[in-house]
């Protein structure tokens, strides 16, 4: 049986720590240790596992020192410690899945690939949603030559981060923290998984994940913060499509998703709320839904499951191995060049809204770009940048490859 250990169980650790635990009830691994050199923060977690049997160390050297037939550790760390730490993980012997993104930087990501390939162990990065049903069935259909030739690989993803967002750790917001890359955006965080899905399907065709050779980005800051919360991002990729990428943090529409691959013969469309399970639309009229029920997948826990599926080599391939993730590091990289953020913080095409939560508990401030829905829907149906749909606070892009 695998034994897996779970390093950082603090904010999106949890998670991490509620899929090992349900993936050791199903007695498909042991969860044998914890680490977290904030132990004392989160007693009732601490306690719950030590009632389970699990170990709880203060530092990673404790965990490895006390633990040394460990099979796989999962790492959901700050952005800036996941090369680091995965690369010691993966010279003590153990396979690692570190949180995506991978990194701050390409050749964090290169790094990260070369010693997983030297030491012989697997390095498989949580984009969860690599997992999901829409995801295969939608990769399966661009295989299959069901759009005919992909053109336009696209995502709109909308969202709020109210102040605490960026008040609760020392790196959010950040393009470098404590000496190291970190590149906190929609694109490399909290979208990433949109991002990493398009250069999938840009790619899905010929059986590998698509490379930007050409660059066209916007990048905007609404908050007070150092990295950028809002992007129009334009790529020509290697494979042929050409990549859209619209979002920001700073939308009155909470968590808003769409996904849209356009070919010579078809359409794939996708959104959170109202095509959860995708829509395949072809030449003759015909619509079909991607998913036919069933469990979409699409979570930590499948990624464990997918895992230890591997190791025990019940699969072939790790759902998000890190040589997957490097055309999105190569994307982030190019996308930064230069860090043309246009900082709109204090102008007036920003709001900031101090009210209170609808059930009148108090609330962090929240910061919206002016018109934000309206730009960021008509760029994303018409293909155009922001700056090229007349949004009266956007600049020309940064141009590079």
Known sequence: MVSLAVIGIGGFGATHVEAALRVADAGLARLAAVADTRLEAYPETVAELRARGVACHASHEELFSQHRDLDLVTLPLPIPLHAPMTMECLKRGVHVLVEKPPAGTLAEVEQMAETAR??????????????????????????????????????????????????????????????????????????????????????????????????????????????????????????????????????????????????????????????????????????????????????????????????????????????????????????FAGEHITHLHGTDFVRRDESSTRDGSPQSARTYIEGMERVAREAFTTGRLYSEVGAPWARPPHRAQ
């Open 118 to 335: 030297q030491v012989g162990r697997l390095c498989g990065v949580s984009f969860q949603l690599s997992t999901s049903a829409f995801f295969r069935a939608a990769c399966d259909a661009i295989r299959a030559g069901k759009l005919g030739t992909v053109t336009d690989v696209s995502a709109l993803c909308l969202a709020q981060r109210p102040d605490d967002y960026y008040a609760r750790t020392w790196w959010a917001g950040k393009i470098r923290a404590n000496g190291r890359v970190v590149r906190d955006g929609p694109l490399n965080n909290p979208f990433a998984h949109m991002s990493q899905h398009l250069l999938s399907f840009g790619g899905a065709a010929q059986g590998r994940v698509a490379r930007p050779l050409s660059v066209e980005a916007e990048l905007y800051a609404g908050h007070h913060i150092e990295s950028e919360d809002t992007d129009a991002i334009r790529a020509v990729l290697d494979t042929g499509p050409t990549l859209r990428f619209y979002a920001s943090l700073c939308s009155r529409d909470n968590w808003l998703t769409e996904i849209r691959v356009s070919g010579t013969q078809g359409t794939i469309t996708w959104d959170n709320e109202r095509l959860p399970d995708g829509e395949l639309a072809v030449a003759d009229g015909t619509r079909a839904p991607m998913v036919q029920g069933g469990d979409r997948g699409g979570t930590t826990e499948a990624m464990f499951r997918n895992f230890i599926d591997v190791i025990e080599g019940r699969a072939a391939r790790l759902a998000c191995p890190v040589e997957d993730t490097l055309a999105h590091a190569q994307l982030v990289e190019v996308v």
